[in-house]
């Protein structure tokens, strides 16, 4: 008997037309609902369990670190004492640029309007780069708004929006592309994601100075982030005289394996 | 029915496991629903097999941010090929290392398949962009190392389940015979 009038046959190839056919609907948006209310109930469970594995792996963590805790306090004391003078001295220099900024009648800058949301899973299949967070068309969350995790560190940006659910996708995801300058230098670039394990930093001309330890923020350039929201500092340089541009890898500022409470800026 | 039920169950609680125990404490690429549809081949019959494959892919591609289809169909060829591989090739005799050689090879045959299906679905558009070096080189290894850690227990696992749906059916109120 030929292999097609077989029953394994017809039941193979009854599974492949139901997953095409979800597949199709899911492409024109039919199986938004049945998405948002399993990631719910998902979400829901996921939360509830990780939060315990999360007190466990903390009170081991906190055992394992209890030698370091005197040394540690002396050390984050002293950071303190440097953080607030720098504290004092970039809230005169705000200061000074507010009433510069008057003077030469430039356009205020705007503040963020922030939403909270809370993270409701990570993929759990590692294979792409995005997270599912708590809110979503209800909210007024829309597509490409950036997240960011309290107060400025930038995590991603919104790439599908559900009733009560959008998805981010994150800097670190291949698809991510991050308009970006280094603070001191304010060379430019673009921030590549690197699969979960760094950033790529590139396109940065060679007459730029760049060097390990700069702080990189988003440029604000193309419009797709707003400008001065943190994505990491430099880690390693990456370039030869040869090469057209430079490139450098970052260390991103955020744990993205750790993420819990966002902001959505709208 | 009443078994699928508590498969459906108990699939949602493995996947709720790997994502709120396992990749918090750095499990990273574990995928134990793959690990679970090895077992199943190996214990289970072909039907139940297949459904299982379809639903645990679906189950999936719902919760990752990938298009949808591309674990589901991954996972399904997985199954139809390591099925006909241990019948046909392999006397079916479940022991652990037949349990954990499978492991390996569908570890490493989800990782092409994905990447194949990823393919595919780049003509219609539905694509994901993909990291061949870091995937290959950090996730692979580091899937292997945990589904196979992680095999021993699903197979308990799979055994528990399969167990209290025997002692389910055996409370089921029987037929009487005239």
Same mark, same amino acid.
């Given at each position: 008997?030929?292999?097609?009038?077989?029953?394994?046959?017809?039941?193979?190839?009854?599974a492949?037309?139901?997953?095409?056919?979800l597949?199709?609907?899911?492409?024109?948006?039919?199986?938004?609902?049945?998405?948002?209310?399993?990631?719910?109930?998902?979400?829901?469970?996921t939360?509830?369990?990780?939060?315990?594995?999360?007190?466990?792996?903390g +009170? $081991?963590?906190?055992?394992?670190? #209890?030698?370091n805790? /005197?040394?540690? !306090?002396?050390? &984050?004391? *002293?950071? @303190?004492?440097?953080l607030?003078?720098?504290?004092?001295?970039?809230?005169?220099?705000?200061?000074?640029?507010?009433?510069l900024?008057r003077?030469?009648?430039?356009?205020?800058?705007?503040?963020?309007?922030?939403?909270?949301?809370e993270?409701?899973?990570?993929?759990?299949? +590692? $294979?792409?780069?995005k997270?599912? #967070?708590?809110?979503? /068309?209800d909210? !007024?969350?829309? &597509?490409n *708004?950036? @997240?960011?995790?309290?107060?400025?560190?930038?995590?991603?940006?919104?790439s599908?929006?559900?009733?009560?659910?959008?998805?981010?996708?994150?800097?670190?995801?291949p698809?991510?592309?991050v308009?970006?300058?280094?603070?001191?230098?304010?060379?430019k670039?673009?921030v590549? +994601?690197?699969?979960?394990l760094?950033?790529?930093?590139d396109?940065?001309?060679? !007459?730029e100075?760049?060097k390990?330890?700069?702080?990189?923020?988003?440029?604000?350039?193309?419009?797709?982030?707003?400008?001065?929201?943190?994505i990491?500092?430099?880690?390693?340089?990456?370039?030869?005289g040869?090469?057209?541009?430079?490139k450098a890898?970052?260390?991103?500022?955020?744990d993205?394996?750790?993420?819990?409470?966002?902001?959505?800026?709208? | 029915?009443?078994?699928?039920?508590?498969?459906?169950?108990?699939?949602?609680?493995l996947?709720?496991?790997?994502?709120?125990?396992?990749?918090?404490l750095?499990?990273?690429h574990?995928?134990?629903?793959l690990?679970l549809?090895?077992v199943?081949?190996?214990?289970?019959?072909?039907?139940?097999?297949?459904?299982?494959s379809?639903?645990?892919?679906?189950?999936?591609?719902?919760?990752?941010?990938?298009?949808?289809?591309?674990?589901?169909?991954?996972?399904?060829?997985i199954f139809?090929?390591?099925?006909?591989?241990?019948?046909?090739?392999?006397?079916?005799e479940?022991s652990?290392?037949?349990?954990?050689?499978?492991?390996?090879v569908?570890?490493?045959?989800?990782?092409?398949?994905?990447?194949?299906?990823?393919?595919?679905f780049?003509?219609?558009?539905?694509?994901?962009?993909?990291?061949?070096?870091?995937?290959l080189?950090?996730d692979?290894?580091?899937?292997?190392?945990?589904?196979l850690?992680?095999?021993?227990?699903v197979?308990?696992?799979?055994?528990?389940?399969?167990?209290?749906?025997?002692?389910?059916?055996?409370?089921?109120?029987?037929?009487?015979?005239s």
């Amino acid at each position: 008997m030929r292999f097609i009038y077989t029953k394994i046959f017809t039941k193979v190839f009854t599974a492949f037309v139901i997953i095409a056919l979800l597949v199709i609907l899911d492409a024109l948006g039919y199986l938004a609902f049945l998405k948002n209310w399993f990631l719910e109930g998902y979400g829901f469970a996921t939360t509830k369990v990780s939060a315990v594995t999360r007190s466990v792996k903390g +009170g $081991f963590t906190t055992i394992f670190t #209890i030698k370091n805790l /005197a040394s540690d !306090n002396a050390l &984050l004391n *002293q950071q @303190v004492d440097e953080l607030s003078f720098e504290n004092a001295r970039l809230k005169a220099a705000r200061e000074e640029n507010l009433t510069l900024r008057r003077a030469l009648n430039f356009k205020q800058e705007s503040q963020f309007n922030l939403l909270a949301v809370e993270v409701l899973t990570l993929d759990p299949t +590692g $294979f792409s780069q995005k997270i599912v #967070i708590d809110k979503g /068309a209800d909210a !007024n969350v829309q &597509l490409n *708004q950036a @997240v960011v995790i309290s107060p400025g560190l930038l995590v991603g940006k919104i790439s599908r929006v559900y009733n009560s659910s959008s998805e981010v996708t994150l800097i670190t995801d291949p698809s991510s592309l991050v308009n970006a300058q280094v603070v001191d230098s304010g060379a430019k670039g673009l921030v590549r +994601g690197e699969h979960g394990l760094s950033l790529l930093f590139d396109l940065i001309t060679q !007459n730029e100075l760049i060097k390990d330890g700069d702080l990189v923020i988003t440029s604000g350039l193309s419009g797709n982030f707003p400008k001065g929201l943190l994505i990491g500092e430099i880690s390693a340089l990456r370039s030869n005289g040869t090469d057209l541009f430079q490139k450098a890898y970052i260390l991103p500022a955020v744990d993205f394996r750790n993420l819990r409470f966002l902001f959505v800026i709208q | 029915m009443k078994r699928y039920i508590l498969w459906l169950i108990a699939i949602f609680v493995l996947i709720v496991l790997q994502s709120a125990v396992f990749i918090p404490l750095n499990f990273d690429h574990v995928n134990l629903l793959l690990v679970l549809i090895v077992v199943s081949l190996l214990f289970a019959d072909f039907d139940f097999g297949l459904i299982f494959s379809t639903i645990c892919g679906l189950i999936l591609d719902f919760l990752s941010g990938i298009p949808d289809g591309i674990f589901a169909f991954s996972l399904v060829s997985i199954f139809l090929i390591l099925y006909f591989v241990v019948n046909n090739v392999l006397a079916k005799e479940p022991s652990l290392l037949i349990l954990f050689a499978s492991v390996a090879v569908a570890t490493l045959l989800f990782f092409g398949l994905f990447l194949l299906y990823n393919q595919i679905f780049k003509m219609f558009g539905l694509a994901t962009v993909i990291n061949y070096k870091s995937l290959l080189l950090f996730d692979l290894p580091s899937a292997l190392v945990f589904n196979l850690l992680l095999t021993f227990p699903v197979l308990k696992y799979y055994t528990w389940v399969e167990n209290l749906n025997r002692k389910l059916s055996k409370n089921d109120p029987q037929p009487v015979s005239s």
